[in-house]
């Protein structure tokens, strides 16, 4: 798979160099990327000189600043195997985000609050595609993400495995009045639809970001940083009795 822009490809020599094949920058911009080549070098991955319009095809004509890679196709986590380990406890569903822009912010702010399983579904959902991790500025090669065939069954297991699941949708309570301590998993839905009725329905609760001004809602991105933010905050300030 072929990534674009500084700091996707610099995440992602960071994190798993192993993975990235080359990294290709225009000649034409060398000069301002040594410190991109300089941090491939060290990792050992080949940096390759190529011309401009060769980048602008590699990259499908995103923006890229001059710097393209390839690297191996990102493994999807194991949801078990996350789920099992001692350490998690804070997980974050996406149903069915379909916008690679969302879908890289929503892991950028995964990133930034310590979401410990970002799960997709593995039909009618974006993917980690080269427009995602770009969005993602690198937080797509730190956050673990699961696909899973069905998120109402997936739901069931965490509530088994002592998950209070809270759907963000209307007619909920909003966050503060909510206990989010302990095992919390989050679930965002769709930019149009939001959350589908089945998985809904398989939720512990609703919370409900209050709006005070005159759009009804927030972008499913930033509705999202506004609840992991409220989780971190109250298991922040206490643990749950």
């Known amino acids: 798979m072929i990534i674009y822009g500084v700091n996707p490809i610099l995440e992602a020599i960071r994190s798993h ?3 990235v094949r080359y990294v290709g920058v225009a000649r034409e911009e060398t000069a301002r990327h040594q410190r991109l080549i300089a941090e491939a070098k060290r990792a050992g991955v080949s940096v390759r000189s190529l011309a401009a319009d060769q980048i602008d095809r590699l990259a ?12 191996s ?14 350490g998690t406890t804070f997980v974050l569903i996406l149903d069915s985000i379909t916008d690679p822009q969302n879908f890289g912010a929503i892991l950028r702010v995964a990133d930034g609050f310590g979401v410990d399983l ?9 993917g980690l595609t080269p427009v995602a991790v770009k969005a993602s500025a690198g937080a797509s090669e730190w956050v673990p993400v699961a696909q899973v065939t069905n998120l109402a069954r997936t739901i069931e297991t965490l509530q088994k495995a002592g998950y209070w699941v ?16 302990g095992k919390v998993a989050l679930v965002v839905g769709n930019e149009g639809k939001g959350i589908r009725r089945n998985v809904l329905e398989h939720c512990d609760r609703v919370v409900t970001i209050p709006m005070q001004g005159h759009i009804e809602s927030f972008n499913v ?18 643990e749950p009795g």
Not at 73 to 86: G, L, S
């Open 118 to 126: 970002v799960v997709i579904p593995e039909h009618d959902s974006v």
């Open 73 to 86: 196709e990102t493994a999807f986590a194991d949801f078990d195997d996350v789920i099992a380990a001692e």
């Open 17 to 19: 160099a192993e993975r």
């Open 60 to 71: 499908g004509r995103g923006v890229h600043n001059g710097v393209v890679a390839e690297i």
């Open 166 to 181: 809270y759907a963000a949708a209307d007619g909920g309570d909003p966050p503060q009045a909510i206990d989010l301590r």
């Open 221 to 238: 991105a930033t509705a999202a940083a506004v609840l992991c933010y409220e989780v971190r905050r109250q298991q922040g300030n206490q």
